[in-house]
């Protein structure tokens, strides 16, 4: 890997030297072995997230030494230079007819793709929902059991290099045509309401004690989470600005999904 690591950086500094095989294998095989999930844009390392920024130097230098080709799925038909990814049965993966994924994004087995998308660099663990028309942007994380429901929205990041990725962690619940991009970090056992709408600036606050907590870029374990809004100042006058609030917690329990149904009925979220 470090060998691998010296030619991807070396390359990225010049780009002069993917004329060269030694180069352009060493990123082909960073991308095949991101399509495996052997290796990953971002981990857990310890209790911390780590963004491997040179891997994601990989997939950007994987667009240049590629060429655009035409490429046949059933009925359907598209021109692009990303190959789609294959091999679901054997992979233990459900595709629905409408749904695609690109070769360098990894879907892991018992992962329910409904007609849907999920870019290069992605990582989707096992048991995962994709419903319908959902995006998981590139380099994107996804953890165990999540649902992320229809319309959902997950950005993905490339440039710049040292932007984190959007991380959701194991068993959220993401409701219909929430967003989460700028390497927003939804922790373990989340659930967003339809519609909440999370950046790297947005106000996450937790209203549920005598006096308001406010978080940015990370929404805390177990957090129930619906759409809000808070007065601002301008020059212009007084106006009411998107934030998300935290309005309950979900119950630890080992039965996630009546602790998840317990959750929306208590607190009246939308999905």
Known sequence: MQDLKK??????EDRNLLQYKEYTDAIETIIER?????IRVAELIGSRWHTNEWIKKAVILYFPIRTMEEIKAGPFMFHDKMKLKTDYKKTGVRVVPGASARFGAYLAKGVIMMPSYVNIGAYVDEGTMVDTWATVG???????HVHLSGGVG?????EPIQAAPVIIEDNCFLGSRAIVVEGV?????????????LTASTKI????GSSPVE??????ARSVVIPGSYTKKFPAGDYQVPCALIIGQRKEST??????????RENNVAV
């Open 7 to 12: 030619l991807i950086e070396a390359a990225w």
């Open 34 to 38: 991101l399509d495996k999930g052997e």
């Open 138 to 144: 590139s380099c994107a994380q996804v953890g165990k």
């Open 154 to 158: 997950l950005g993905g990041v490339l």
């Open 185 to 197: 970090h939804v922790e373990s056992e989340a659930v967003l309401g339809a519609n909440v709408v």
């Open 205 to 208: 606050i937790d209203v549920t």
């Open 215 to 220: 978080y940015k870029g990370r929404v805390p």
């Open 255 to 264: 039965d996630k999904k009546t602790s998840l149904n317990d959750a929306l």
